[in-house]
């Protein structure tokens, strides 16, 4: 057996460092960003004009007649902004490379959080080029960007800030499926190599059965659901679709859909039945995406770069790909240099005290919910523990400086017992509190979020799901496989209502559904308090049932469609502040830097190893979330995961 010292482990860990900082420090790299806006009708601020009805069904490759065959005599070509005298010498453009998940919350204290790509870092980037003097344009270099649709509408939202300030914002496009164009096309201008390829293919959801795989193991998962389309356990008892999740999962994909036709004829100048003929047609290369007028340009990165004076009216152009990002000193000889490796580590120097400003403090809560403290390792992803964010909560709420707090949530629930501990510790506050819910809000997830004086979501987010399941893993069928005899002596009639070795009886079965009954009564009643609805009309609206952002809105499950940055700005309002006071945006929980997550035993941070196995990380994680979540009695879970791109 091996045993590791964390001492030796620590300075192992603090040499190596040193030697990967040095030279990784000494290397200018293109920082990784992230952007965020609304889905619908924008000002443009660059020269795109307006797209006419066009016919998708003929794309046909055809040859550019007297086509420049220099680099610097098409980037010529390619420049269209009006002709006219430089205004200015030299102007500045920020550059900023996009791609992966961008997490909501706080990310890792120190050296290494610095290092990693959020959804606050990348809005508040864009803001901070939309308000820089010196900043003329946004170039976006979007790569593989992994958003659901809540964080999309962030990133749009953070692009119209920049436009509203009159600076145009262009995207660059190598490749992009259906999420990665939705954030493109809210720029100004979209820009793609000849060799570009653009997916722009619908809606689709896909629910994997288990069942018949369960059956062949000898399992069985005897599960018990309150409300008709609760169809969270249906992915281990049936082997297809049930009718009413059907037409659930169908009303939330029509709306999406709906909503990514609308938004692409408003951004893009084509008329909503076309564009749904360019949908269906799915895949364009970039001649045929620019032929349908889905993109602007087609133009290599240095051919667009050296059109940018020209577009902007000036003399010379200084594109800046590291904008904003901090300087490290790379110089770590002697104790000195210790030193500054052990702050850069720990997250800097003690940080001086706070502003006297009054703080509006955003509370994230992100992943399944359990019980007691969160947790975040290697291969289980992230989990919302109900000790910790009532701790935060807590916090919150007692600081005299903190006028309100905005939940901000991205959960598809978990625990009904945790979920309700945090519902009333929201409910427990004289303080403001409004919710605003991200890519999912579902079940336990919205549970949390209904004490709110406000509720927000983004058109897309998922949510609602107000039902109850329960259940157990019967693994008496592959303990004879194996050839496991289990004697049984109990006493008690519902003594074996938590036995792994056989299915609930007809008496545990009764047991169990009055508790999921009442778990029911208690989640409808308290939606219809926080709603201010009558209780029945919340139960039909309910059944377990899911939405999207929209419909939400429209059937009074939450009070607004909007954005984080809207959230906030209606929780000043409810402190009495006015809408554009300066006040102190405080993100909680704070992160841990590197010596607590050592030191406190979680392990490597779960983003560290996505892009070494991205598909097994992915798959052990929900086996673990499983895994620990079937270990409670009653859930308010969406593990079906309803994930729009």
């Known amino acids: 057996m091996l045993k590791f010292d964390r001492f030796a482990v620590l300075t192992a860990a603090v040499l190596a460092v040193v030697l990967s900082v040095s030279l990784a420090l000494s290397v200018k790299a293109e920082g990784r960003e992230v ?15 307006a797209k006419k009805s066009s016919e998708p069904e003929e794309f ?3 040859a550019d007649e007297g086509k420049p065959t220099s680099a610097a005599a098409k980037s010529q070509a390619a420049a269209k902004a009006p002709a006219g005298k430089a205004t200015e010498t030299k102007t500045t453009v920020v550059r900023l490379s996009l791609h992966g998940e ?3 919350g706080a990310t890792e204290a120190g050296l290494f959080g610095d290092m990693q790509p959020s959804l606050a870092k990348l809005t508040e980037k864009l803001e901070e080029a939309a308000a820089d003097k010196k900043v003329a344009a946004v170039w976006l270099r979007i790569d593989d960007m992994e958003l659901g649709r809540g964080k999309v509408n962030e990133v749009r939202a953070a692009i119209a800030r920049v436009q509203k300030a009159g600076k145009p914002v262009y995207a660059e496009l190598t490749s992009a499926d259906s999420g990665t164009y939705l954030v493109a096309s809210a720029c100004d201008r ?23 795989f369960l059956d062949k193991l000898g399992l069985k998962f005897d599960g018990l659901q309150m409300g008709k389309f609760k169809g969270a356990g249906e992915p281990m008892t049936r082997s297809s679709m049930s009718e009413p999740l059907r037409e659930s999962l169908e009303a939330i994909v029509d709306d999406a859909y709906e909503q990514m036709v609308g938004t692409i004829a408003a951004d893009r100048h084509i008329v909503d039945l076309d564009v749904k003929k360019l949908i269906d047609r799915g895949l364009f290369s970039a001649k045929m995406a620019k032929k349908a007028g889905l993109i602007d340009d087609i133009l290599y990165a240095d051919e667009f770069e050296a059109s940018l004076a020209k577009r902007l009216k000036v003399e010379k152009v200084e594109v800046v790909s590291n904008y904003k990002k901090k300087q490290v000193d790379t110089d770590f000889s002697g104790i000195g240099g210790i030193v500054k490796l052990m702050e850069l580590f720990s997250g800097g120097k003690k940080a001086e005290a706070s502003s006297k400003k009054q703080k509006i403090a955003v509370v994230y809560a992100v992943g399944e919910i359990i019980e ?7 291969f289980s992803g992230s989990s919302l523990g109900s000790t910790t964010m009532i701790e935060t909560l807590h916090k919150a709420f007692s600081d005299p400086k903190v006028v309100a707090v905005v939940l901000r949530v991205d959960s598809p629930g978990g625990s009904a017992t945790a979920s309700d501990l945090i519902w009333r510790e929201t409910v427990r506050t004289k303080k403001p509190m409004v ?8 079940s336990g997830g919205y549970y949390i979020a209904m004490g709110a004086k406000k509720i927000f979501a983004e058109p897309g987010t998922i949510t609602g799901s107000i039902g109850v399941i329960g259940g157990k893993l019967v693994l008496g069928g592959l303990y004879e496989k194996v050839g496991i005899n289990t004697e049984i002596i109990s006493r008690g009639k519902n003594s074996g209502a938590f036995s792994s070795n056989q299915p609930f009886s007809d008496g545990e079965r009764k047991a169990w559904t009055s508790l999921l009954k009442e778990t029911y009564h208690e989640f409808v009643s308290k939606a219809a308090s926080g709603r201010k609805m009558d209780y029945k009309r919340v139960e039909e609206l309910a059944q377990g049932r899911v939405y999207t952002g929209r419909q939400a809105k429209k059937l009074g499950l939450i009070d607004e469609v909007g954005t984080l940055a809207d959230a906030v700005a209606e929780a000043k309002t409810l ?13 909680l929980p704070q992160s841990k830097n590197f010596f607590e997550q050592l030191f406190n035993g979680d392990g490597a941070n779960a983003s560290d190893f996505d892009s070494l196995m991205p598909e097994v990380v992915k798959t052990v994680r929900q086996a673990s979330v499983w895994r620990n979540l079937l270990s409670e009695r009653v859930l308010l879970w969406m593990p079906y995961r309803i ?3």
């Open 190 to 212: 979209i820009i793609m190599p000849s060799s570009g390829v653009l997916i722009v293919a619908g809606v689709r959801a896909e629910v994997s059965y288990y069942k018949n």
């Open 575 to 587: 402190a009495g502040l006015k809408p554009d006071a300066d006040v102190e945006i405080e993100s």
């Open 643 to 645: 994930e729009l791109k």
């Open 35 to 49: 952007a965020g806006a609304a889905l619908g009708k924008k000002a443009k601020t660059d020269d795109k004009s």
């Open 60 to 62: 046909k490759e055809e």
């Open 372 to 378: 007691g403290k969160s947790q975040s390792g290697m």
């Open 435 to 442: 919710a605003s819910m991200g890519n999912v809000a579902g």
């Open 102 to 104: 961008y997490p909501e």
